[in-house]
């Protein structure tokens, strides 16, 4: 699977799914003063197939949608794509963010929402796309049998392509330049995802689902190990078989 990214000189494409037809329209006017093209879907089925017609760099997914649910569009784009998505939720419950990250949401924003912050959190996710932490090392990390490709944002285990959402690949690569490093999640929070201040339950769900694609047991994990009273800690295994 590969993400789609804008080409030079092109603006980047934003799938706006959203059953409200005035949610929609004020969505669409913010980012297209923030430089975007927009399209709109106001319902599940429309937006897989204007998904798989016209390729968005980025979709911004209502949860609550009639007939389909956004995570079941979420859990099928996930099938045959890792376009970053963007949830719109009108459910403050933890529990509801974490069935989100857990289906492939890379960020997510609770109703009722301030347009300019939900623009905002667009680009900056965009921004994660196909770009390297400033002042790293733009050459592959490899840890034994896995490999991140930072130019092309591809990343192998076992010589096998391993499907991972945005955060999922900025968050492997922050370990990796890392490893034996102890951090907390704000710590995580702060450095992979730019918040300043958010819920610490976005990143045990990613954590989470790295294990089960970088792990040989998740529940026993030998890379993401869990430091208790602190947080995680990156340990490369010198022996992976390749």
């Known amino acids: 699977m590969v993400t789609p990214r804008p080409d030079a000189g092109r603006r980047a494409r934003v799938l706006v799914v959203d059953d409200d037809p005035t949610v929609s329209d004020v969505v669409r006017r913010y980012l297209e003063r923030a430089g975007f093209d927009v399209d709109k879907a106001g ?7 204007m998904a798989a017609d016209h390729q968005p760099d980025l979709v911004v997914l ?6 389909m649910s956004g995570l079941e569009v979420c859990r099928r784009l996930r099938r045959s794509s890792d376009v970053p998505v963007v949830m719109l939720t009108a459910l403050g419950e933890e529990s509801d963010r974490v069935v989100g990250f857990e289906t492939g949401a890379d960020d997510y924003v609770t109703k009722p929402f301030s347009p300019r912050e939900l623009a905002l ?10 770009r390297a932490e400033p002042g790293a090392d733009s050459g592959p990390l490899v840890d034994g049998d896995l490999s991140l490709d930072l130019v092309s944002r591809t990343a192998e285990r076992r010589r096998e392509p391993l499907a991972l959402t945005v955060r999922e690949f900025d968050l492997l690569a922050h370990f990796l330049r890392h490893p034996r490093r102890a951090f907390n999640r704000t710590e995580l929070l702060q450095q992979v995802w730019g918040w300043s201040f ?27 190990v869990t430091v208790w009273g602190i947080g995680y800690r990156y340990e490369p295994v010198e022996d992976a078989h390749a």
């Open 43 to 49: 319902d599940g089925p429309t937006a897989l197939a």
């Open 198 to 224: 958010g819920d610490q339950a976005t990143v045990t769900v990613h954590v989470r689902r790295l294990r089960e694609k970088v792990e040989d047991e998740p529940q026993h994990p030998r890379r993401i």
């Open 62 to 67: 209502d949860l609550m949608l009639p007939g």
């Open 121 to 130: 959190r667009v680009q900056s996710v965009l921004r994660r796309v196909g």
